[in-house]
């Protein structure tokens, strides 16, 4: 799974930068905001997770967990402990059913969810969900055998194995039973929580997970901000699946890596003001043979920042296509349109339109040829413009 994990670096601010809000658990605690422009309260969120529910997504005959929702932020605030607001969520799952045809092992994709958090203090946590046939019955085993190989006791709960352990300086817990692996990582840095030491908060979070499991899987996570971005939509809702069929027709691309910035950030203006700002992205690939290790694999990667205010985009816009990048020459959004060497060999399509500024790129060889860049996500941007409007 980490290979879907390269492309989530993230890029320094242009001036001074200042994290102000955090994400809590689902419902909403905010406060509405009569000026969008103003500095909210410190502490205040502005992204707000909400746990899977409803029916399941299927791969084949297989009801997919969500790893997200497996262990959410209220779930982790129920533990006594919260995400750090200068932190980024990362979760990848599947946001659309695949038909039994074409549910096919992924190979170097490995896991069919995963679900990373940062905790205040530096703690992380990551959840990850093995299934067949999404990931084939040997990897499936061979995680379910990782307890045996460190000489950890196992136990039997409602049907499932599970084992908790010290891994190196962490903890790694597995549950499992056949055709399914669940492993929750702990890298953890206080020596206790409230009133726990570590092996206690990592056998209360572990209790959780098992619970989930054992409630049967549920829909994804979803994530939802609040003011002064309220509204802001999923990028994975605006680069769908049709908008991917756009440049790689064929069959379903129903896997996707989410990415949400935990809280946003004050950047100052040169007129004085200060300016607010989130980041959201999505990369989006096909379900074909070996996954990102197969030659039919193909992706599309959307990163968008959101201001408070459109004003902002403006200057923004004019940074990215000014300079050496290439006049893209059709209209999209509501600003200059064009085509960026992010290097090396990669080249990007970058527009704006309302409150976003949006940059759209793709992989393999095809990211290095900039008409074939041009003409490959051309049309994806005319996607993803209609829906944001």
């Given at each position: 799974?980490?290979?879907?994990?390269?492309?989530?670096?993230?890029?320094?601010?242009?001036?001074?930068?200042?994290?102000?809000?955090?994400?809590?658990?689902?419902?909403?605690?905010?406060?509405?905001?009569?000026?969008?422009?103003?500095?909210?309260?410190?502490?205040?969120?502005?992204?707000?997770?909400?746990?899977?529910?409803?029916?399941?997504?299927?791969?084949?005959?297989?009801?997919?967990?969500?790893?997200?929702?497996?262990?959410?932020?209220?779930?982790?605030?129920?533990?006594?402990?919260?995400?750090?607001?200068?932190?980024?969520?990362?979760?990848?799952?599947?946001?659309?059913?695949?038909?039994?045809?074409?549910?096919?092992?992924?190979?170097?994709?490995?896991?069919?969810?995963?679900?990373?958090?940062?905790?205040?203090?530096?703690?992380?946590?990551?959840?990850?969900?093995?299934?067949?046939?999404?990931?084939?019955?040997?990897?499936?085993?061979?995680?379910?055998?990782?307890?045996?190989?460190?000489?950890?006791?196992?136990?039997?709960?409602?049907?499932?194995?599970?084992?908790?352990?010290?891994?190196?300086?962490?903890?790694?817990?597995?549950?499992?039973?056949?055709?399914?692996?669940?492993?929750?990582?702990?890298?953890?840095?206080?020596?206790?929580?409230?009133?726990?030491?570590?092996?206690?908060?990592?056998?209360?979070?572990?209790?959780?997970?098992?619970?989930?499991?054992?409630?049967?899987?549920?829909?994804?996570?979803?994530?939802?901000?609040?003011?002064?971005?309220?509204?802001?939509?999923?990028?994975?809702?605006?680069?769908?699946?049709?908008?991917?069929?756009?440049?790689?027709?064929?069959?379903?691309?129903?896997?996707?890596?989410?990415?949400?910035?935990?809280?946003?950030?004050?950047?100052?203006?040169?007129?004085?003001?200060?300016?607010?700002?989130?980041?959201?992205?999505?990369?989006?690939?096909?379900?074909?043979?070996?996954?990102?290790?197969?030659?039919?694999?193909?992706d599309i990667r959307m990163d968008m920042t959101v201001w408070d205010k459109p004003q902002w985009t403006v200057q923004h816009d004019r940074a990215d296509c000014?300079?050496?990048?290439?006049?893209?020459?059709?209209?999209?959004?509501?600003?200059?349109?064009?085509?960026?060497?992010?290097?090396?060999?990669?080249?990007?399509?970058?527009?704006?339109?309302?409150?976003?500024?949006?940059?759209?790129?793709?992989?393999?060889?095809?990211?290095?040829?900039r008409e074939t860049v041009k003409r490959l996500l051309t049309p994806v941007a005319r996607a993803?413009?209609?829906?944001?409007?």
């Open positions: 799974m980490m290979q879907r994990y390269g492309w989530l670096v993230a890029a320094a601010a242009t001036g001074v930068v200042v994290v102000l809000v955090a994400v809590v658990a689902g419902g909403s605690d905010a406060a509405p905001q009569p000026h969008p422009g103003d500095l909210p309260p410190l502490g205040q969120p502005v992204v707000v997770q909400e746990p899977g529910g409803g029916e399941p997504l299927s791969y084949g005959d297989t009801a997919a967990y969500d790893a997200c929702a497996l262990l959410s932020t209220r779930t982790l605030g129920d533990q006594g402990v919260r995400i750090d607001p200068g932190s980024s969520f990362i979760d990848s799952h599947l946001d659309g059913d695949v038909p039994a045809d074409a549910a096919v092992p992924q190979g170097g994709l490995d896991s069919i969810s995963n679900c990373r958090y940062t905790l205040v203090g530096g703690d992380e946590l990551s959840v990850t969900v093995q299934q067949t046939p999404f990931t084939t019955s040997d990897k499936v085993d061979q995680t379910r055998s990782w307890p045996l190989q460190n000489n950890a006791v196992m136990r039997h709960d409602r049907g499932l194995e599970v084992s908790s352990y010290r891994d190196g300086a962490g903890w790694t817990t597995v549950i499992g039973r056949p055709k399914l692996a669940v492993t929750i990582s702990f890298d953890l840095r206080r020596p206790v929580y409230g009133d726990r030491d570590q092996h206690q908060f990592v056998l209360d979070v572990t209790r959780t997970v098992v619970d989930a499991v054992v409630a049967g899987a549920a829909g994804p996570a979803v994530y939802r901000h609040t003011a002064p971005f309220t509204g802001v939509k999923s990028p994975c809702l605006l680069l769908s699946s049709d908008a991917f069929q756009q440049a790689y027709p064929g069959g379903p691309s129903s896997l996707v890596l989410e990415y949400a910035d935990a809280g946003f950030a004050a950047v100052p203006q040169d007129d004085g003001e200060t300016a607010l700002r989130t980041s959201a992205s999505c990369v989006r690939s096909n379900v074909v043979p070996d996954g990102a290790l197969g030659p039919q694999y193909r000014g300079g050496q990048a290439v006049t893209l020459g059709v209209t999209l959004g509501d600003g200059a349109s064009c085509l960026t060497d992010s290097g090396p060999s990669t080249w990007n399509l970058s527009f704006r339109t309302g409150r976003s500024v949006i940059t759209l790129s793709t992989g393999g060889t095809a990211a290095g040829d993803v413009v209609t829906r944001l409007r």
